[in-house]
């Protein structure tokens, strides 16, 4: 089959069928390679990435994932700082 299988199991997230720059929680989690519980408590603690929500549904903008990625990026141990 193509890039879009739509026979996947229910542990798998599909992509979505429209090109959107918006990602699902589970989808930003796997974007970023962090779980997605690790983004929910993120959003209650804070200093993760920003948030929006369409409704109901918590929605992620690649470009908001992108920004909180690069404001992590480090050269080296020395560098890093507690946030």
Known sequence: MGA???TASKNEVSIPSIESPFYS???AALYLRISRRSLEHFRCDGGGPAYRKHGGTIVYHVDD?????AARRYNSTSEKSDK
């Open 4 to 6: 879009r299988d739509l």
């Open 25 to 27: 929680a589970e989808e």
């Open 65 to 69: 994932l992108e920004r909180w990625s």
